[in-house]
């Protein structure tokens, strides 16, 4: 790992010690502190790379096999009892953003009787038939509360009035006033609802969330088993690391490496791929005439889909990509955005891309993508789970990108990545052309799908899964 890599994440285990004594339970609320949103901070940015900055640390993370390792030694202590009651109780499923599940996902596998969805608030009290819990309802006033956790935390920063990063003024004020009441409010709210509800399993789509963390750590306490659901690709090991439930379930073999050269133990880790997936097997989709005649596209071109990614991919070269592909009066481009663009409404440049050539279209809603991608001829993906999924379908899959990662290490073909608009454009427009250059990409594809997502039927994996730890069926 390079320094700054050690560095950051020596600095976050020396801050769960630091302030390990601030508790509710037995439990750290230091936990629920988002860790990486104060590396942002330019003034502790500016301290971590300074040469000499590790002199400070009490942990030392120098490999990245010593990740988890460090964080098992703070996590383990926490009381775990055996818990003989779990069949009476329900599975709980939060964060439906990252789990990302679809209605027949809901429909399929979890039952109204075995299941509960809770949010931190709602207007209805149940989602396709499955009850809805609100956090909101466990809240206590706890005003008073949080003055003391202030009081007691202004007194541990102050024992750290030499520490280059903790005694920083914005750093101070972010803990204090920003983060501290909102953990204290919804940690004892997550204590209320595990001390009135009865809870055999809980189902998280992510492990940054801080209530996500907080799910996880008190039904640790109470002796619950905890399931953390891999909702897209890891790039990066920030979000991903450490790993708190009892079982990660990991789309295929290359997270798994990911996860076991972090430390994580290969018992902690399953392959399940995700339920959102199992549709690509069993459903039907739209026919290619009927979907290009929909979207203004000619049966007669060759069409290849842009899958982007919000920030990360460029624009610039985006539109230099689009431009050397035109050059081919024989394509035709599909530009989908990723739905937190759609969102957010970060829509404006590829419009103006549609506007200057009627070869390009832009879909927002409809057709879904999954309506879209088995009838193009090439897909391109910067680094999302569309190139899965493209593949999944059979789809040569071509990367915007150069074949490195901070997070897993996916081992796609090097002749099939590119992170320059004219070399990857000349191998988008030769696997609309050339029949072995075709046949070869598809052995390619084979070859990583048989390690990325070596299953079909990911909803009963996930069901079994979770029947293992709980000794309840999710579905009836």
């Not at 069949?87 to 964060?95: A, V």
């Not at 989602?127 to 009081?151: A, M, S």
């Not at 024992?159 to 953990?183: A, D, G």
Request: glycine content about 6%; overall charge positive.
């Amino acid at each position: 790992m390079e320094i700054v890599k050690r560095n950051s994440w020596s600095l976050y285990l020396d801050f769960i010690d630091a302030f390990s004594s601030l508790t509710y339970k037995g439990i750290s609320i230091s936990w629920f502190v988002y860790y990486w949103n104060y590396l942002r901070i330019k003034e502790v940015n500016e301290e971590l790379i300074k040469p000499g900055f590790e002199q400070c640390l009490k942990n030392k993370v120098l490999t990245k096999k010593q990740i988890q390792s460090g964080f098992n030694r703070v996590m383990d202590p926490i009381e775990d009892h055996v818990n003989h009651n779990l069949k009476d109780g329900k599975i709980l499923l939060y964060d439906e953003s990252n789990l990302r599940f679809t209605p027949n996902n809901y429909l399929e596998y979890f039952d109204s009787s075995t299941t509960v969805i809770l949010r931190k608030t709602a207007k209805i009290n149940s989602y396709l038939g499955i009850p809805i819990d609100k956090i909101e309802d466990y809240k206590n006033n706890v005003e008073g509360l949080i003055e003391e956790y202030k009081i007691k935390a202004k007194k541990l920063l102050h024992s750290y009035k030499n520490h280059p990063i903790f005694s920083l003024p914005v750093f101070q004020k972010r803990f204090i006033k920003r983060e501290l009441p909102e953990i204290v409010t919804y940690l004892v709210a997550i204590v209320n609802y595990f001390e009135r509800r009865s809870i055999s399993c809980v189902l998280v789509g992510g492990e940054v969330d801080y209530i996500s963390r907080m799910l996880i750590i008190v039904a640790k306490t109470k002796g619950i088993p905890s399931i953390c659901l891999q909702h897209g690709i890891i790039g990066s090991d920030r979000g991903w690391l450490p790993i708190l439930s009892t079982k990660v379930a990991a789309f295929g073999q290359f997270e798994t490496k990911f996860y076991q050269d972090a430390g994580v133990p290969k018992e902690r880790i399953e392959i399940i791929g995700h339920p959102r997936f199992d549709r690509i097997f069993t459903e039907k989709y739209m026919g290619k005439h009927y979907l290009y005649k929909k979207i203004g596209i000619s049966p007669n071109k060759k069409t290849v889909l842009i899958t982007t990614q919000p920030v990360i991919l460029d624009l610039g070269k985006l539109r230099r990509l689009i431009k050397c592909l035109l050059q081919d009066k024989n394509i035709e481009v599909i530009i989908k955005p990723h739905p937190t663009e759609i969102r957010r409404n970060m829509l404006e440049g590829y419009r103006r891309l549609v506007k200057e050539n009627t070869s390009i279209k832009l879909i927002e809603f409809d057709p879904e993508l999954y309506n879209i991608i088995p009838n193009v001829d090439v897909v391109c993906v910067y680094n999302s789970t569309t190139g899965i999924e493209a593949m999944l379908f059979g789809k040569p899959v071509v990367y915007f990108r150069g074949n490195s990662s901070e997070g897993a290490h996916y081992d796609y073909c090097d002749k099939l990545i590119k992170p320059n608009p004219m070399p990857l454009a000349n191998i988008i427009i030769k696997l609309t052309t050339d029949r072995k250059f075709q046949q070869y990409a598809a052995r390619q594809r084979k070859a990583f799908i048989s390690k990325a997502y070596p299953q079909q039927i990911s909803g009963k994996k996930l069901s079994d899964l979770i029947y293992t730890l709980s000794g309840v069926r999710s579905y009836l």
